[in-house]
């Protein structure tokens, strides 16, 4: 049963791993989303691994910790970490977007650890509101996290549901904002600028903490800090960067969308996993 460590070096070696089975599924997939899977790698990795109650032998079990992926289609990402927290076997991995398989383009509630479909963007910050409203109902502590995309927040029922859990003081919800910088069209601040983002989230009734999304330490500290506010939901403010631990995909919003090519994915393997 996890969280299982918080040693930083470790939680630092998993999210290498993960990066790599990233770029792996996708290459082999020939579709999918590189760019926001690989910025969220620490979030996901610290959570499961350090933060998060949760059984991979027990998916249903009652007092689990929930979370939700609100920005759907950075799938890659979960399955690797479901993967290596053990809720199925890595080979799976490679069926991804393929026929049948069970681990589709955006996260399928057939997949074990999945705790709802997700597609269209916008509506996961509501789910994981009925999901932690749903454990005042039951007299339950679980917590329940949602992790957002910067450009998904700009659709206005996001700010619907972040009003309505300030309301009703929903101090076990928190969610993460992948923030980083660019959606599927381009630069987010060109599309529709979200600054001040701290500032709305805090006018929203949120207890806000902005990080560098790719610092362990940070996030580990944020969850923490997170747990300890209970009369109001959390954001974390995760300063992060698309296509991250790959150089050419570093900023790149063609990556969004697009996997590498095999010399391509034969680079960037090299570039995470270095000599190993």
């Not at 991979?56 to 689990?64: C, G, I, L, T, V």
């Not at 600028?193 to 500032?199: G, V």
């Not at 790959?246 to 590498?260: L, T």
Request: net charge negative.
């Amino acid at each position: 049963m996890f969280p299982l460590t918080k040693n930083v070096k470790q939680l630092e070696s998993i999210a290498k791993e993960v990066r790599a089975l990233i770029i792996k599924m996708l290459a082999k997939a020939g579709s999918g989303h590189p760019g926001g899977s690989l910025s969220a790698v620490e979030i996901l990795t610290t959570l499961y691994f350090s933060v998060m109650r949760h059984d991979p032998q027990n998916p249903h079990w009652e007092d689990r910790d929930r979370f939700h992926l609100s920005k759907g289609h950075a799938c890659p990402v979960l399955y690797a970490v479901l993967a290596k927290t053990g809720y199925f076997d890595e080979s799976e991995l490679w069926t991804l977007r393929k026929f049948g398989s069970m681990l589709q383009g955006h996260a399928d509630r057939r997949t074990p650890g999945i705790e709802i479909s997700t597609g269209s963007l916008g509506q996961g910050l509501s789910i994981a509101l009925g999901m932690a409203l749903g454990a005042r109902v039951a007299r339950k502590n679980y917590r329940v996290y949602c992790l957002l995309g910067d450009g998904e927040i700009q659709e206005g029922n996001v700010w619907e549901a972040a009003m309505a859990a300030a309301h009703y003081n929903v101090g076990n919800l928190c969610a993460i904002l992948d923030y980083n910088k660019f959606q599927i069209d381009g630069s987010v601040d060109e599309i529709m600028s979200l600054e001040p983002i701290e500032d709305k989230w805090e006018a929203f009734g949120w207890h806000t903490i902005v990080i560098d999304g790719h610092d362990i330490s940070d996030l580990i500290s944020a969850f923490e800090q997170a747990k300890e506010i209970k009369k109001k939901p959390t954001i974390i403010i995760a300063q992060t960067i698309k296509g991250k631990g790959v150089s050419f995909m570093e900023h790149v919003v063609d990556f969004h969308g697009r996997v590498p090519s095999p010399e391509e994915e034969k680079k960037a393997l090299e570039e995470i996993l270095g000599n190993e």
